[in-house]
Structures are given as C-alpha cells and as structure tokens.
C-alpha cells in the first residue's frame, strides 16, 4: 500500500504502522481522530480539520503530546513522504494502555498517530458519474445523548449493519435514522436533499462535516433556499435532487433512494443544484483561502 | 506484562501482540469478543461464553475462520502457555482491511486473535471489602435499536465518558441510564438493587452477562423475589443492596451511590443478600457443572 504513517515518534510505510491489541483506542474505541485530504498537492481546509481534531480531543479529555504546528507539520511530512499528490490524511489519539490491572483511563498515556494513503472515494469517478444508490436504514444513529457525534470517532457498528442492510437490498450504502425517524447521516457522509426548492440537511446528532460546512457555505452565497433541522425520510424519499457530502469525494450525487429514481431522473442526470454545487466544491481548491501547498521535500 | 497472546496464527507475548492501524476493528470498532476468565486454574462457564461469541459473530456477519473446538483450543493454550493461575481470557475477532480503495466490509478478511492476561477485577479485594463507590451518570447506554448490546462490542466512549463523571464527583465507577432515565449498565458490569426485598435488574439495552446469569440462577435456587425489568435509578438510590456483576469479579458490593451509604450501612458492612450470593458465586467455581481444567503442558 502507497503512503506514509507516522507511530511511536517515527515515520513508517503503512504495512509497519501496527498498534497494540491492549491500547484501550482498540479494546474500547477510546479515541478520536480526524481526515482531511489532499488534492493536487494541496490540502483543503486544513485548519478547519485541525480545529475539529482538537475540539475532539478536549471533549475526549485526550492530549496528543503535541501543539497544533507539531500535528499540522506531521500531516505535511506523511503526504511529503508518501510522495502522493492526492491523499487521505488521518490524524488520531488514542487513549493508550492503562497501568497494568487498571480499568481507569486517567492512567493511560495517549498516543498520538498519523497517515496519508491514497484519497478513497466515498463512491469512484465511474460511480459518482451514474450516482449512489442509497438506503434509508431502519438502524438508528447512535444518539448524542450517547457518544457526542461532532467528536469524530470509531463507534461505527451502527453504520457497518447498515451497510449490510444496504447490501442486502441491492444498493450501496446506507444513512441511519434516528429515535423520530428522522435522517441522520452514513459511513463518512452528511446527506442533503432538494425538498420543495428548499436545500435541508439534518441539524443534529450528525457530525458537523468540514464538507457539509463547505455545501451549506456555498449554498448561502448562491442564494440558495437552506434548512438546518429534521430531515423525514418521507421528504428524501420525495426530494428532487439528494446528494451526500464527504471528505471522501465533496458533493456525491445520489441515483436512487430505496430503489426509486430521484427526482424522477434517468440515470447520471442529476439536478441543476447538485451539479452546480458539485462544480462549485472543487472551484474552492483553487481558492487560495481554503488550500495550502504540501511542504516540499 | 505475564501472558499469552495468539495472532497471526502464532503465540507471542503479550508485548508483541499487535494489529495494523489499518484494520476496521480499530478504524471502525468493526469487531466483537468475549472474555472468560481462569480461576485456580480452571475456566468458569466457557461453553457460555463461547455459545455468546459465536452468537456476536453471526450477527455482525463475521467469521474466525475458526471452529468452536478450535477456539476453545487457543483460550486453553493461552493460558496454558502464560503459566497464569487466575486470568482474565479474551477471544476477538475484527473484520481486517478492506482491499485497497475500498470502503466495503464484505472485502475484508476477518481476524481471529486471543490472549490471557493476568485477571483484572473490576474492583480489587481491598476495595471490595469497603465496597464501590457508584454514581449514575446522565451519559445514555448507546441503545439497542443503535448497536445489539448482546453483541459484545467495543463502543465503550459513553462507559469512558461516564467513568470521568464518577471521577469528578469523586466516585469510582459510574452506571449509565437510558433515554427514560433507568438504569442500564456500567462498564464492564451489570448492576442489581435490593429494592423492597426484590432483587432487580435491567432486562433490556444492557449485556446479557454470565455473571448477571449466574447471580439470576444462584438467586433462583435460593427463593429470591427477582424482578427482571426497568431499574428507575431512584430505586437503585434508595436500595437496601446494590452490587455489580461481571466476570472481573463476579459479585462486588456498591458502598454507595450518589456518595449516599446504600442501606443506610456503614463502609465493608454489606447486606445478607449480597453476601450470599457472592459466596454462592465463588462456591459455583467447584462445582464440576461449571468448571473445566485448563489443559496441562
């Protein structure tokens, strides 16, 4: 596998970035993390990333051992060395081990690592180009009132079941619901729907995405119509256009929702806003405001 | 660290006992286990706690490449080969890597893993025998409708989160509740209160633990009134007993809850109730039903 990981104070390939089944960031999903990624030599709003990483840590009561300019130049160093012009960059924290026949976290040394691998797609250019078939799944998000969703982590067992269901009725992926009924979000994704001329995507119990941020942005200077709050099932299932926001690919247009044509389209004809929006996301990686170039070697 | 781990096909130390940050059981808590524990060098209801890891498997569509008998045969040898007399004994398996790109589980190679570790109690002797310091924490159990809470899992933040709410009201040890306001379980154990002369306990969004089972047959066999069913967190307030139950200890008195003394009883001064049924639990570790003797050299 191309790319570069950073573990235990060094630089690694990824093949050699192993952690122990003991530290608590794997026997109990006692970490946080965060992705952004690179395209073309640049990152894209890496210091949105990097505010999200460190919120996270706060909330998680987790200190990487590192300020901000540490974790930004070791971000810079792994796409440096992985030699990639675009990647996916994860940061993470993990609790660490505790003393030996302790159960208490405050003993722990967190560890901090890092990777930049090839950029993975939420769905690939041949797919994206025909669209996503989603599934509104019957499994429900795990609840704020549970794990925080704005601290980016690994409980991710609600998401894997839906994508099973996702399978199983012959589409791709899946978004969750919650308590209500309501659309939450998917394995890496928040959703948007064209309901009524109005763009709507779920308020809470969602991450907040650095790509949703960047969707609802340039939605308000187009002028666009935008509402942050509940999204029923019942409005995406009807919508005219309903596209997926992810580090992992920007604005995803969506195909079809529980085996029905959106919008009532053919395939890989997606509506005028998606496609704008779509067009509009990769316009910002050449806006100087949101890009910074990877150091050079 | 004393112990043995399996991985990989081979048996290492515990200090070697590593996986690729790359695996969705890290990346994504994509993975269940189990843990039986070893006691004066015999297992404690292993045809249990086998019977609940394949039960997790199948419903997380994971497989360990492994039979039962073959899995039994490992936990054996883990032991065997750590020389440990008492050990806490861990069974796991994660879905692996996706292949390169790729964001779908169904591409990924399961692992199995292993190890035998000395065992951890949930409260060691000393602090048994004042008894444990509780707090019930607002932080909701991740409900079922979320993640199967019978499939042992590795989404412990809400348990993490709730344990440093116990801290910071000085408190050792915290038992979540759900969004109704009962009680569900705490990290690593379940929870009963003697309220009104029944014994109680949750039946639903909470592990089916051995250890819960054990003390619900032992009180069984004893005549107890038992209620199985919503716990209000006022009941267990206002309890005349209150204990936990786990395999890192099997029956552990609470001292107090909500820094209130339970029964109104001064410290290491534990009710009838509870302490028969923690001689009884120990008492079961010689009875040939429950127990088989790890494997000799």
Same mark, same amino acid.
């Given at each position: 596998?191309?790319?570069?990981?950073?573990?235990?104070?060094?630089?690694?390939?990824?093949?050699?970035?192993?952690?122990?089944?003991?530290? %608590?960031?794997?026997?109990?999903?006692?970490?946080?993390?965060?992705?952004?990624?690179?395209?073309?030599?640049?990152?894209?709003?890496?210091?949105?990333?990097?505010?999200?990483?460190?919120?996270?840590?706060? +909330?998680?009561?987790?200190?990487?051992?590192?300020?901000?300019?540490?974790? &930004?130049?070791?971000?810079?160093?792994?796409?440096?060395?992985?030699?990639?012009?675009?990647?996916?960059?994860?940061?993470?924290?993990? &609790?660490?081990?505790?003393?030996?026949?302790?159960?208490?976290?405050?003993?722990?040394?967190?560890?901090?690592?890092?990777?930049?691998?090839?950029?993975?797609?939420?769905?690939?250019?041949?797919?994206?180009?025909?669209?996503?078939? !989603?599934?509104?799944?019957?499994?429900?998000?795990?609840?704020?009132?549970?794990?925080?969703?704005?601290?980016?982590?690994?409980? %991710?067992?609600?998401?894997?079941?839906?994508?099973?269901?996702?399978?199983?009725?012959?589409?791709?992926?899946?978004? !969750?619901?919650?308590?209500?009924?309501?659309?939450?979000?998917?394995?890496?994704?928040?959703?948007?729907?064209?309901?009524?001329?109005?763009?709507?995507?779920?308020?809470?119990?969602?991450?907040?995405?650095?790509?949703?941020?960047?969707?609802?942005?340039?939605?308000?200077?187009?002028?666009?119509?935008?509402?942050?709050?509940?999204?029923?099932?019942?409005?995406?299932?009807?919508?005219?256009?309903?596209?997926?926001?992810?580090?992992?690919?920007?604005?995803?247009?969506?195909? +079809?929702?529980?085996?029905?044509?959106?919008?009532?389209?053919?395939?890989?004809?997606?509506?005028?806003?998606?496609?704008? !929006?779509?067009?509009?996301?990769?316009?910002?990686?050449?806006?100087?405001?949101?890009?910074?170039?990877?150091?050079?070697?």
């Amino acid at each position: 596998m191309q790319g570069c990981a950073y573990i235990d104070d060094r630089y690694v390939a990824p093949e050699d970035a192993k952690i122990s089944i003991f530290d %608590w960031g794997f026997l109990h999903g006692d970490a946080t993390y965060d992705v952004a990624h690179v395209w073309q030599g640049r990152f894209f709003r890496l210091d949105d990333h990097l505010d999200r990483f460190f919120a996270s840590l706060a +909330r998680l009561h987790l200190d990487p051992g590192r300020t901000r300019a540490q974790v &930004r130049a070791v971000m810079h160093e792994c796409v440096r060395r992985s030699g990639l012009r675009d990647a996916y960059v994860e940061v993470l924290c993990t &609790r660490g081990r505790p003393a030996p026949g302790s159960r208490d976290p405050r003993t722990c040394t967190n560890r901090f690592m890092a990777f930049a691998i090839p950029f993975i797609w939420i769905a690939d250019p041949a797919k994206q180009a025909r669209g996503v078939d !989603l599934v509104v799944s019957d499994v429900q998000r795990i609840p704020s009132a549970s794990v925080d969703p704005r601290t980016k982590n690994y409980h %991710w067992l609600d998401f894997v079941m839906g994508l099973f269901q996702a399978y199983e009725r012959g589409a791709e992926t899946a978004v !969750l619901v919650d308590a209500a009924g309501n659309v939450t979000e998917g394995p890496g994704f928040n959703v948007f729907a064209l309901v009524d001329g109005v763009l709507a995507t779920p308020a809470a119990g969602v991450l907040e995405g650095i790509s949703r941020r960047t969707v609802i942005e340039l939605a308000q200077a187009q002028g666009l119509p935008l509402r942050i709050g509940p999204l029923a099932a019942a409005e995406l299932r009807r919508a005219d256009e309903v596209f997926l926001s992810s580090t992992g690919g920007g604005v995803i247009p969506i195909a +079809r929702v529980d085996g029905v044509p959106v919008g009532g389209r053919a395939a890989g004809d997606f509506g005028p806003v998606t496609r704008r !929006l779509q067009q509009d996301y990769w316009g910002l990686h050449e806006d100087p405001r949101f890009v910074e170039t990877v150091a050079p070697a």
